[in-house]
T-cell receptor, first 115, second 112 residues
């Protein structure tokens, strides 16, 4: 099974709402990632978890809060977002062995619209 | 500083033609050179990748050419098909950092 699943597929939220994005993989990968992708742009790294510990935070605003409950799950909690946060949010995973040849496996993404 | 320069930004080819996308990099620590393919509404997926110890790798209609001295690598799609219409990203990685550095992407449209 080489699949990364993400829920929900689409999400519309107001600026005062609190919502969560969920990601799951069952490949035994120990590195998991959140990316943000705007239209016609490359994925932009937000967070990296390695062995369930946050290893990279790319200066993301605190209105985005990641969580890694276990080695298979990754959440992204959203609060007080701005309209400019509307984007496709991608989850990815990789083996996490630190090898340059590691392949990232991406989920289909959650399309987020902030009103 | 833009570490990875990908060109062209968009490409339109006829069915059966050859699509060529180029990627130039500055970081000499990169030692793995993948190309990702992304269809609308989907996440990127690894298409083909090359290590710097070879100059070319072919998988079906897809070929990577690598020029270490010029710090460039390219993706060639032979006999392009409408189903190849997608966005392609070069995304080199370096040892010790298994996180890809994405190029800006190339939107490929293959007309029937």
């Amino acid at each position: 099974d080489t699949e990364v699943t993400q829920t929900p597929k689409h999400l519309v939220m107001g600026m005062t709402n609190k919502k969560s994005l969920k990601c799951e993989q069952h490949m035994g990968h120990r590195a998991m990632y959140w990316y943000k992708q705007k239209a016609k742009k490359p994925p932009e790294l937000m967070f990296v978890y390695s062995y369930e510990k946050l290893s990279i935070n790319e200066s993301v605003p605190s209105r985005f809060s990641p969580e890694c409950p276990n080695s298979s799950l990754l959440n992204l909690h959203l609060h007080a977002l701005q309209p400019e946060d509307s984007a496709l949010y991608l989850c990815a995973s990789s083996q996490g062995r630190g090898l340059s040849t590691e392949t990232q496996y991406f989920g289909p993404g959650t399309r987020l619209l902030v009103l | 500083q833009q570490q990875v320069k990908q060109s062209p930004q968009s490409l339109i080819v006829q069915k059966g033609g050859i699509s060529i996308i180029n990627c130039a990099y500055e970081n000499t620590a990169f030692d793995y050179f993948p190309w990702y393919q992304q269809f609308p509404g989907k996440g990127p997926a690894l298409l083909i990748a090359i290590r710097p110890d070879v100059s070319e790798k072919k998988e079906g209609r897809f070929t990577i050419s690598f020029n270490k001295s010029a710090k460039q690598f390219s993706l060639h799609i032979m006999d392009s098909q409408p189903g190849d219409s997608a966005t392609y990203f070069c995304a080199p990685q370096s040892g010790g950092s298994y996180i890809p550095t994405f190029g800006r992407g190339t939107s490929l449209i293959v007309h029937p």
